[in-house]
C-alpha cells in the first residue's frame, strides 16, 4: 500500500490505524496518496479496505490532470456522468464527510472538520499563502481555495506550479495535485491535539496573508464563483488535512446535472443547499462556507457519484483481487478434515512431529488432542506401564507428547568438601544444565530399549539418576 | 459387465465398470442402498464434491488397482511406513499440491482407503525430515505463534537441540 508521510510534516501525532466498532474505521495516520494512476488505484484500495470491504463506499483522491490528459478527456470527464470528479470534487467530499464525523466531537470549537489546504503557488498566488513544505504554508478551506484559484485564471498565474518539475504555467497546461493527510484522532472524547497543533500552525501561517480559517465559524466569505469552464486543469496543488473520524467515504456527487453542461466547480463545494435532484446552489457571498449539517451527508446525489465512480475503478480492483486469490498460494493442509490429518501425522517420526507441533497451532492442537504417537515413540502403552516416567529424564508421558528427551547418561559428581562437581558425561558444573544427551523418550524399564537413549532397562535407570 | 456413470460435480459423466466403482465404499454403499447394482446401466451417481478432473485421476488409480486385494484394516500395533508406496502410485501422485490434496479429499469422501493410505503417506514424506520452518514454506503455513509462544514449544519439544 503506498502511504508516505509528508516530508515537511512534523509527524509526531501519528499512530496504527485501528480499526473501530460499528464498521468506522479510525485513522490516525497519514496518507500521502500522490497524483498517478497507481496510486489513485491504491489509495481506492484504500479507502476500499478501511471502508469495510464495501465497495460502494470507496474513496479515492485522484488530483492529478497532467498535460498528458488531453483537453477532450478531460472535457469529456466532466460531461460524462460516468467520469471520476475531480480533485477539488473530491476534497470536498472529504471535507463534507468529516464535518460529519466531527459533529460527534464534544470539543465546542469544532462543530465543522478543519481542512487545512495549502497551495503552492508562488508568489502571485493570493489568499492561499506560501509554499506549504517550506514551513509558512498558509490554511484556507479547499472549497474556497480551489475557487479562489480559479478565480484566478482569468489573470494567469504566475507561478502556479508544484516545487517539483513543472513547465512553466498556462491555460490548460497547468497541473491540479492534491495531497490528501487524513489526520484523525483516536480518542473521541476531545478534538485531537493534532488539529490543534495544525490550527496553531495555520494561525502562524496566515499572518500577512489571505484569511486562513482554522475554524468554520471563522470562515471568511467565499470568494465569488468562476465563471463555469471546462474541467481543465491549472497549476495548483492541495494538500488536504481532514480530521475528525472517518465514518465511510462516500462520494460527494452531483446528479441530475445537464450533462451537456460541467457543472461550475464553485458549487461543488457548497453542500449545504444541496438538493437530490441538482447541483448544489452557492451560498450567498457573506456566509461562511460551512460543511452541510450532518443530515445531508448520504444523500441521493452522492449515491450517483457513488455509482458513477465505482464504474471506473470497480472492474480493475475485482479482476485485480480475482488475480491475487488465483496466485494466492493455497494451504492445502489446512483444508483437510481433523482425522485425514492425524492418519498422515500417524505416519511420522518424534522429530517430525515435533517440527509440525511447532509450525502453527493448527497442527500443534491436532496432535496434543488426538494424542498422536509417532511411528518410532518408546512411550509404553501397556496399561501396566504407560504412567512409568521415561527412565532417561523421568518425564510422565502426557497426551500428545512428540518431544524429544534430554538427559545426561552419567550422574552428577560431587567432589565436597572442595566443592568441585561436574556432570560426568558433558563435565558441566551446573546441575540445572539441560542433558547433553537427545533421544526418545523410554518409559519401558521393564523391556529392552534398543538404539539411542541407552541399553537395557537396567542401565537405563543407572544413567537416569 | 455391468457399468455404472458417475457425474462430477461440474457435470461430466464417467461411465467404469461396477466392480472398480465399488472400491468406493461409498459408492458402494449407495449402489445397495438404492439398488441400482442390479438394475441397469442407466442410473447416474452423482458426485457433488468431486470435480471431473480429480474423478478422471480417481477412476484412472481405481481401475489400474481393482484386482487388488482388499487393504488390511489399520493395526496400532503395527508400525506404519512411507516407503512402501508402490511405484505406479507414486509415479501416479508425482502431481502439484492441488491435484494430491484434491485427490487425499476424494479419496476420504468416496472412502477409498488404498487411495487414502498412498495419498497421506505421500504428504508425511513430504513432511519428514523438514524443520519447522521448511513445513510452512512448503504447505504455505502461517506462522501464528508469537515469538514467546514459539520459544516455549521449541522449548517443550527440546527442538532446538534437532538443528
Known amino acids: ?465 | 459387465m455391468p457399468s455404472i456413470k458417475l457425474q462430477s460435480s461440474d457435470g461430466e459423466i464417467f461411465e467404469v465398470d461396477v466392480e472398480t466403482a465399488k472400491q468406493s465404499v461409498t459408492i458402494r454403499t449407495m449402489l445397495e442402498d438404492l439398488g441400482l447394482d442390479d438394475e441397469g446401466d442407466d442410473d447416474l451417481v452423482p458426485l457433488p464434491n468431486v470435480d471431473a478432473a480429480i474423478l478422471q485421476k480417481l477412476l484412472q488409480w481405481c481401475t489400474h488397482h481393482r484386482d487388488d486385494p482388499p487393504p488390511p484394516e489399520d493395526d496400532e500395533n503395527k508400525g506404519k511406513r512411507t516407503d512402501d508406496i508402490p511405484a505406479w502410485d507414486q509415479e501416479f501422485l508425482k502431481v502439484d499440491q492441488g491435484t494430491l490434496f484434491e485427490l487425499t479429499l476424494a479419496a476420504n469422501y468416496l472412502d477409498i482407503k488404498g487411495l487414502l493410505d498412498v495419498t497421506c503417506k505421500t504428504v508425511a514424506n513430504m513432511i519428514k525430515g523438514k524443520t519447522p520452518e521448511e513445513i510452512r514454506k512448503t504447505f504455505n503455513i502461517k506462522n501464528d505463534f508469537t515469538k514467546e509462544q514459539e520459544a516455549q514449544v521449541k522449548r517443550s519439544e527440546q527442538w532446538c537441540l534437532t538443528l
Open chain 1, 1 to 465: 500500500m503506498a502511504t508516505e508521510a509528508p516530508s515537511s510534516q512534523p509527524a509526531p501525532l501519528l499512530s496504527a490505524a485501528a480499526a473501530g466498532d460499528e464498521g468506522r474505521v479510525l485513522l490516525d495516520t497519514w496518507y500521502v496518496i500522490k497524483p498517478g494512476n497507481t496510486k489513485e488505484k491504491v489509495a481506492f484500495f484504500v479507502a476500499h479496505q478501511c471502508g469495510g470491504g464495501s465497495r460502494a463506499s470507496s474513496m479515492k483522491v485522484k488530483g492529478h490532470w497532467g498535460s498528458d490528459s488531453s483537453k477532450a478527456k478531460r472535457r469529456r470527464r466532466c460531461l460524462e456522468p460516468t467520469k471520476a470528479p475531480s480533485v477539488a470534487e473530491m476534497v470536498a467530499l472529504v471535507e463534507q464527510r468529516a464535518a460529519l464525523a466531527l459533529q460527534n466531537y464534544p470539543h465546542p470549537g469544532t462543530p465543522a472538520p478543519v481542512v487545512f489546504v495549502s497551495a503552492e503557488q508562488g508568489g502571485s498566488a493570493k489568499g492561499l499563502g506560501s509554499e506549504r513544505r517550506s514551513g509558512g504554508g498558509d490554511c484556507s478551506r479547499v472549497a474556497e481555495a480551489v475557487a479562489h484559484f480559479e478565480a484566478q485564471r482569468d489573470n494567469p498565474p504566475a507561478k502556479g506550479l508544484r516545487k517539483e518539475e513543472r513547465p512553466g504555467p498556462g491555460p490548460g497546461e497547468d497541473k491540479i495535485t492534491c495531497d490528501l493527510y487524513q489526520l484523525i484522532s483516536p480518542s473521541r472524547d476531545a478534538l485531537p491535539s493534532n488539529v490543534e497543533f495544525l490550527l496553531a500552525r495555520a494561525d502562524e501561517a496566515s499572518e500577512g496573508e489571505a484569511p486562513a480559517p482554522a475554524r468554520p465559524e471563522d470562515t471568511p466569505p467565499a470568494p465569488p464563483l468562476p465563471p463555469a469552464r471546462d474541467c481543465g486543469a491549472s497549476g495548483f496543488h492541495v494538500d488536504v488535512v481532514v480530521t475528525g473520524v472517518v465514518d465511510e467515504c462516500i462520494f460527494f456527487g452531483k446528479d441530475g446535472t445537464n450533462p451537456e453542461e460541467p457543472p461550475p466547480p464553485g458549487q461543488l463545494f457548497f453542500l449545504q443547499s444541496r438538493g437530490p435532484d441538482g447541483p448544489p446552489e452557492p451560498p450567498p457571498a457573506d456566509s461562511p462556507a460551512t460543511a452541510p449539517g450532518p443530515d445531508d451527508a448520504e444523500g441521493t446525489a452522492d449515491t450517483s457519484l457513488c455509482r458513477l465512480y465505482r464504474h471506473v475503478s470497480h472492474d480493475f480492483l475485482e479482476i485485480r483481487f480475482k488475480i491475487q486469490r488465483l496466485l494466492e498460494p493455497r494451504q492445502y493442509m489446512l483444508l483437510l478434515p481433523e482425522h485425514v490429518l492425524v492418519k498422515i501425522f500417524s505416519f511420522l517420526p518424534t522429530r517430525a512431529l515435533a517440527a509440525l507441533k511447532c509450525t502453527c497451532h493448527h497442527f500443534k492442537g491436532i496432535i496434543e488432542a488426538f494424542g498422536v504417537r509417532a511411528t518410532d515413540s518408546r512411550w509404553s502403552r501397556d496399561p501396566l506401564y504407560r504412567d512409568d516416567p521415561c527412565k532417561q529424564c523421568r518425564k510422565r508421558y502426557e497426551k500428545g507428547d512428540v518431544s524429544l528427551c534430554r538427559w545426561h547418561p552419567k550422574p552428577y559428581h560431587h567432589d565436597l568438601p572442595y566443592g568441585r562437581s561436574y556432570w560426568m558425561c558433558c563435565r558441566r558444573a551446573d546441575r540445572e544444565t539441560p542433558g547433553c544427551r537427545l533421544g526418545l523418550h523410554d518409559n519401558n524399564w521393564v523391556l529392552p530399549c534398543n538404539g539411542p537413549g541407552g541399553g537395557g532397562g537396567r542401565a537405563g535407570r543407572e544413567e537416569g539418576r
